[in-house]
């Protein structure tokens, strides 16, 4: 029996629960729709919880607060891809609940877990159920009503674990894409490994990390893309102020939402920090000052006024007003970016997605006072949007999605625009592109009735599936047939590993049959994908 949840408790905790979620990532990750390589959810929300792991390794946390505190403030750090933020935003409500105590009882543990999903709920724009999300609410409410009867924190554990499997199990039902591939939630399903690691910590068992459990599952990539950024309001306001008054957050974020949107809120004992779109920039200085003492305020529109610079000892000063960011692999994709203007290059993408520290050393080395982020992975961008409070620079995050989308933001890009004018136009010329990845099947798969046999010629435009199937000529035909209904004039084909000049040049010889058509062939030397295709 565990009454009093301690510093030391909370630290064994996470210490089993990173190695839990190590232990089960491989099975994670195989909960996919697609069968392309792919090590996403598994394996980011076990790279996430390990950086908590490590810092708290080399720490003696006196009081369940601190144990709290230094973990979510590492997830944060340490977050990778979208279902790593999610989960650093779940912590980082614990934290908040259990600031200041020295020990947690059943019915403040179980508090915090339902903290950490309003956290969680409320820094994503658009939640969609039938997620991580769904799994960590219901969960979590089962969670508070057990702690109202029980003092056992083993037994409220025991129950938030059971009502978590059960919004586990109904995942299918919740989510058309999920439904369709006939799975559940991949991030609900790592989640669960997570309080079970927890739960056996309170038990007194001790899980060893390194045994990856065998795989079970339906494969399909990471889709808890929960968030897009949309920016629609004509000034950013970033402003600093000091914590006096009190008054609750709840009533910040419900103001925020109602003036703007690509809203960020950090916070701690002392400080809030706030990222807002607005059109009504003075209504937000007011509304701050009601909170304390502005210690520091950006406005931006033609001009960036910053009212306060902190030098970090990796920030290179700026010397330009505009600075770019790029996420890629391959050495032909890094020249192509490095041609384009890019200051500074992230290495990532499918199967190495970086983390939000790897993003923000990158943004702090470009020399530049405003550093747009181009991403080129939908499961790199929320990441990407974490750095933007944890910096002094101001950080614009492109939304793009794949290196196609990329490459066509960066040659939108006009150094005399300012910031907002040229985010609109790159996101109006990725509008104008079509990706078409060609790689090939990591396993056996069903997808919406088709089989895909491990091996195979895989032709995808963008999440929909085109061809599969042994013959290269088969996927090329079907690039063309998908192009044919509106015929591109642009075409780019950048090769990766794997690909021939013998291939290469068939598909060439296919695209030739589209009218009109100008094509260019770059060697991007990407891994996983054999070719990726650009049509404007």
Do not use: W
Request: net charge negative.
């Amino acid at each position: 029996m565990t009454q009093l949840l301690t510093g030391a408790q909370f630290k064994a905790m996470i210490l089993n629960a990173s190695a839990a979620i190590e232990n089960h990532k491989t099975e994670v990750n195989e909960l996919n729709v697609f069968p392309v390589p792919d090590g996403d959810t598994g394996t980011n929300m076990s790279l996430t919880l390990s950086n908590g792991a490590k810092m708290l390794a080399g720490e003696e946390p006196r009081t369940v607060s601190r144990a709290a505190e230094i973990t979510a403030n590492a997830l944060l750090r340490g977050a990778r891809g979208n279902s790593g933020v999610i989960l650093s935003l779940l912590f980082r409500g614990v934290a908040r609940r259990l600031k200041d105590f020295e020990t947690a009882d059943a019915a403040l543990f179980a508090a915090s877990l339902r903290d950490g999903v309003e956290a969680a709920y409320k820094a994503v724009m658009k939640p969609a159920e039938g997620t991580i999300l769904t799994v960590s609410r219901l969960a979590a409410d089962a969670a508070v009503e057990a702690a109202e009867a029980e003092s056992d924190l083993e037994i409220v554990l025991e129950r938030t674990i059971e009502a978590g499997k059960i919004a586990l199990a109904d995942t299918i039902n919740q989510n058309p894409v999920l439904k369709k591939a006939g799975v559940i939630d991949s991030g609900g399903k790592g989640y669960i490994y997570i309080l079970d690691g927890m739960l056996r910590a309170l038990r007194g068992e001790i899980i060893e990390s390194g045994a990856d459990a065998d795989a079970v599952g339906r494969d399909r990539a990471d889709f808890s893309q929960f968030t897009e950024e949309d920016l629609t309001f004509g000034y950013e306001v970033v402003y600093i102020v000091t914590r006096e008054t009190g008054k609750s957050l709840d009533l910040l974020r419900a103001f925020l939402n109602s003036v703007g949107d690509s809203i960020v809120i950090a916070d701690d004992d002392d400080l809030i920090k706030v990222h807002v779109h607005t059109d009504s920039p003075g209504e937000v200085i007011a509304d701050a000052l009601t909170y304390g003492s502005i210690q520091s305020a950006q406005l931006e529109n033609l001009r960036e006024q910053q009212t306060e610079k902190s030098a970090e000892s990796r920030r290179a000063e700026p010397q330009k007003k505009y600075g770019a960011v790029a996420v890629c692999s391959g050495e032909g994709l890094e020249a192509v970016f490095r041609d384009l203007g890019a200051d500074t290059l992230v290495t990532g993408g499918q199967t190495m997605n970086p983390s939000t520290d790897d993003i923000l050393a990158a943004v702090e080395q470009t020399p530049a006072e405003i550093v747009f982020i181009y991403p080129n992975n939908k499961n790199i961008i929320m990441a990407a949007e974490q750095a933007v409070p944890l910096s002094d620079k101001r950080i614009v995050v492109v939304p793009t999605k794949s290196i196609p989308q990329g490459v066509a933001a960066m040659l939108a890009f006009d150094t005399a625009a300012d910031a907002e004018e040229n985010l609109d136009v790159m996101k109006s010329a990725i509008s104008r592109v079509r990706t078409i990845l060609i790689t090939h099947a990591a396993r056996d798969s069903v997808f919406d009735g088709h089989e895909i046999h491990e091996g195979e010629f895989l032709a995808l435009l963008g999440d929909a599936l085109l061809h599969s199937g042994d013959d290269f000529s088969g996927v090329a035909d079907a690039v063309v047939s998908a192009l044919t209904e509106q015929p591109p004039e642009f075409v780019t084909v950048f090769s990766g590993e794997g690909s021939s000049d013998a291939e290469t040049a068939r598909l060439l010889g296919k695209l030739s049959a589209l009218p009109d058509i100008e094509t260019t062939v770059v060697d991007g030397g990407q891994p996983v994908y054999r070719y990726v295709i650009s049509a404007e």
